[in-house]
Nanobody, 123 residues
């Protein structure tokens, strides 16, 4: 089985910073993209940022210039550095990745989600 384990959420004042981490564990042959989504109360889950194994990053307009996504391919870990946080960034942040697993001599592409970590920004 594959698990995504997140850490780093918490409570911070507006203007502050937090760093989220997400590590993938299990029998994974390779991971192409890893990313972060968030869901605020009463709203749909939305993309925050993604990054490919080659380092190509993509950001939601609302976080460009404030958030930075990075990854350590050797550790199957993705990070989200969040600066200049705003109250509207308050949400549960979910880690997301694809992954290739070998089962009975065949390779399968799967998608995984973490359990979520709460980020709360006070005004």
């Amino acid at each position: 089985q594959v698990q995504l384990v997140e850490s780093g959420g918490g409570l911070v004042q507006a203007g502050g910073s937090l760093r989220l981490s997400c590590a993938a564990s299990g029998s994974i042959l390779s991971i192409n993209y890893m990313g972060w989504y968030r869901q605020a109360p009463g709203k749909q889950r939305e993309l925050v940022a993604t990054i490919t194994s080659g380092g190509s990053a993509n950001y939601a307009d609302s976080v460009k210039g404030r958030f930075t996504i990075s990854r350590d391919n050797a550790k199957n870990t993705v990070y989200l550095q969040m600066n200049s946080l705003k109250p509207e960034d308050t949400a549960v942040y979910y880690c997301n990745s694809d992954g290739v697993r070998r089962i009975d001599y065949s390779d399968y592409l799967e998608v995984y989600w973490g359990q979520g970590t709460q980020v709360t920004v006070s005004s």
